[in-house]
């Protein structure tokens, strides 16, 4: 079906394994408040299934991989239940947000926008600290000046962040908050955007970091299915927001987004 996706699937399925769409009801009749569930075949007790934004593919998969190494020796004084088959599924209001983040990021302001929200301030993001900046960048240069400094402190190995050919065209809206509170369906079906607390103007590589960086699984669904194209400055992002919130300070490094002094 559309949406979903299955990442591993084991050699030999039990005869009685459920079919997956109704693995997926009856998690969903469950509630997301559990992150497990007994799943009964013919009364009894019979497969266990996990489900969430808590459970990630690296633990099914090394479940799966542990398994399959113990359960054939028969003189382990450990077993370990076989994973049968992990997937993944978005229902419609994971799609719906998916294009309309899709056709907001495509809204651009001219290149010498200073960037940040309309009409100037701090820079709302999750690249930052506490989600904004503490200094007010009045050009791209002055952000990728401040982001290659931290960079160059943590890591002088990590190539630089260049910004310019992607801003060669405008800066784009960003969003940093992709949780679903943050969308509504009104009577009509009609998809609103609701909160730009954390909305603003910025390189497309803020676009792309966001997504990847994602920390809630409704957040995580929407990235995977707006599919933005990979950033060359990620890696080095990475880095500079990790040293950020190792020192507790957004300021770090920030000398290089001063002007220099006029001497009189």
């Not at 079906?1 to 039990?14: K, V, W």
């Not at 808590?54 to 076989?82: K, M, Y």
Request: charge should be negative.
């Amino acid at each position: 079906m559309a949406g979903e996706r299955i990442e591993h699937s084991a050699n030999d399925l039990p005869d009685d394994l459920p079919l997956l769409d109704d693995i997926a009801k009856t998690c969903t009749d469950a509630g997301f408040s559990n992150n497990g569930i007994c799943i009964k075949v013919k009364g009894n007790p019979r497969f266990w299934t996990k489900y969430g934004g808590t459970v990630t593919l690296c633990e099914g998969l090394t479940q799966a991989h542990v398994a399959n190494i113990v359960n054939t020796d028969l003189e382990s004084v450990v077993r370990i239940p076989e994973v049968y088959v992990i997937f993944s599924r978005v229902g419609k209001e994971v799609q719906a947000v998916a294009n309309a983040v899709k056709r907001l990021v495509n809204i651009k302001l001219p290149a010498d926008t200073v960037p940040g929200p309309i009409g100037g301030g701090c820079t709302p993001h999750d690249f930052f600290l506490d989600f904004v900046s503490t200094l007010k960048y009045h050009t791209v240069e002055a952000l990728e000046k401040h982001i290659n400094a931290v960079v160059k402190f943590a890591s002088p190995q990590t190539p630089p962040v260049d910004f310019r050919t992607e801003t060669a065209e405008g800066l784009v809206l960003c969003f940093s908050d992709l949780d679903e509170t943050n969308f509504m369906v009104d009577a009509t079906g009609k998809l609103w955007s609701i909160d730009f607390g954390r909305t603003c103007f910025l390189p497309l590589s803020f676009v792309y970091y966001s997504l990847k960086r994602a920390p809630s699984h409704f957040g995580r669904c929407v990235a995977y299915l707006v599919e933005y194209p990979e950033s060359a400055n990620f890696s080095a992002m990475e880095i500079a927001a990790g040293q950020l919130v190792i020192t507790g300070n957004n300021s770090l490094c920030a000398a290089v987004t001063r002007p220099a002094a006029q001497t009189l």
